[in-house]
């Protein structure tokens, strides 16, 4: 009886031991990292949100400024002794007509903003003379006139102030002439710090009113090259008439 008593006692200690004993309790899963905010997103554009204003006179094909480059300075392209032949021919640009040496090279416009290009030879390298007219204008003779001499200074370092300004009425047209000489400073780009620094520059430009928006032509040069081809110039410039027809 004793020995039944003991063996009861003892399966009944094995009954309520628990079966995991000496297990570790297991881990609770570690609470996950927050989640990294998304970037905040990239300001809408404004489809109808008027474009930044643009300088007529801008050249879309120059280089970005550096302001800490040093001042430009172009190499002459293909200097030559010139001697003018004295022969013309006609050309016409967006209803303006007028007559050109026959030295001097048409070329198509290199950017939207111009008409067209002719190219001078001459001893001093080539010089571009660029024809442009904007819509809406782009100031009338006397403000270009004053921004052209902005352009230049005196070889000791003034301001240019000093400007050869012709005026001539053949209705319905007015034709102003312009003529400055100096170091070229003009900025590399419109706004930009950059700018040139060519001593013996001139510039011969041309300014067309009475027949819409204006007619601007401008070459900006060596003084030898611009020497050679002055007098035709200014012919050049007595030629402008409406294009007939």
């Known amino acids: ?13 094995l009954a309520c031991s628990p079966t995991d004993a000496g297990k570790a309790a297991p881990a609770k899963p570690a609470d996950a990292a927050p989640a990294k905010p998304a970037d905040a997103p990239a300001a809408p554009v ?6 930044p204003p643009v300088n ?15 001042p430009t300075v172009r190499a002459p392209v293909n200097p030559q002794p010139v001697t003018p032949a004295g022969t013309v021919r006609g050309e016409t640009v967006e209803g303006l007509g007028f007559s050109v040496p026959t030295e001097w ?7 939207e903003m111009r008409l067209a290009e002719f190219t001078l030879p001459g001893p001093g390298g080539e010089v571009t003379l660029i024809v442009s007219r904007f819509k809406g204008g782009g100031g009338d003779a006397a403000s270009n006139v004053n921004r052209w001499k902005t352009q230049f200074v005196t ?6 102030t000093d400007a050869k300004v012709q005026t001539a009425l053949r209705p319905p047209l007015t034709i102003t002439r312009v003529d400055i000489a100096g170091t070229n400073v003009a900025p590399v780009m419109p706004g930009a710090p950059k700018a040139y620094n060519e001593p013996n520059s001139r510039l011969l430009g041309v300014i067309v009113e009475g027949a819409g928006d204006p007619y601007f032509f401008k070459a900006v040069g060596a003084v030898d090259t611009l ?5 035709a ?6 030629s402008i008439a409406p294009a007939a027809g």
């Open 1 to 13: 009886m004793r020995r039944l008593l003991c063996s009861c006692i003892a399966l009944t200690t």
């Open 46 to 51: 404004n489809p109808h949100a008027p474009a």
């Open 56 to 70: 007529p006179h801008a050249d879309p094909h120059a280089a970005p400024a550096d302001p800490h480059a040093a």
């Open 105 to 111: 090279t048409r070329r198509p416009a290199s950017n």
């Open 155 to 160: 070889a000791d370092g003034a301001p240019q």
């Open 227 to 231: 020497a050679v081809w002055e007098p």
């Open 233 to 238: 110039f200014t012919a050049f410039a007595d």
